[in-house]
């Protein structure tokens, strides 16, 4: 057993959550997989209350540091939530399939007219991701247009075989004290820091 465990940078920084979800997740992640966990568990654990423990696991749950997964019983109508947490906000699997017609999260129009006429899957989750790098770091928040215009860029690095969570951490680690440009600078890690050697711009 380890007597200590490491947190991510992002999380420590992360304005979007309070130190009471950050503690809350700080001790979730050190727990076995499968570890059984009441509200009023972790309440008692903490010495808060546990209106104040339920606050912060719905904090965790809109950042996306906790999933909730609903699965069926073993008799009908049985159902019960299991909760995964992450030390990142985490990212939908890029998934592969048909494309289909999807809604710019950022500014309410199609991606079809987004993205001329074709749009994917993949490319919404892509999107999805840059968007949300203004949770955790404010300095990178990205226009709609930047957002669907740099989008086919992660899922390069994706088919390159780079997960999320190491794509978020080339974007976001040791950035300048002011970002003049947050699209430049994203554009920019992502062209330049490519798996496969620079893209052309």
Not at 78 to 87: K, N, P, S, W
Not at 103 to 113: D, I, K, Q, V, W
Request: hydrophobic letters at 35%.
């Amino acid at each position: 057993m380890r007597a200590f465990s490491a947190l991510s940078h992002s999380l420590l920084q992360d304005r979007s959550i309070s130190w009471c979800a950050v503690g809350v997740l700080a001790y979730l992640l050190t727990l076995p997989h499968g570890t059984h966990v009441t509200v009023r568990a972790l309440a008692k654990r903490g010495k808060e209350d546990r209106g104040r423990i339920a606050r912060a696991l719905r904090e965790l749950e809109e950042s996306r540091y906790l999933r909730r997964v609903v699965r069926g019983g073993r008799w009908w109508g049985q159902l019960r939530a299991d909760y995964e947490v992450f030390d990142t906000p985490y990212e939908d699997e890029p998934p592969t399939g048909e494309p289909e017609k999807v809604r710019n999260p950022t500014s309410g129009e199609s991606a079809e007219s987004a993205e001329s006429g074709s749009s994917s899957q993949r490319t919404l989750i892509a999107a999805r991701m840059l968007g949300s790098l203004a949770l955790t770091h404010p300095c990178l928040t990205l226009g709609a247009s930047q957002v669907w215009r740099l989008a086919p860029l992660v899922v390069e690095w994706w088919d390159a075989g780079v997960s999320s969570a190491q794509l978020r951490a080339v974007l976001t680690d040791e950035l300048p004290r002011r970002v003049h440009s947050p699209g430049a600078l994203v554009e920019s890690r992502l062209r330049d820091h490519h798996p496969a050697g620079p893209t052309p711009a």
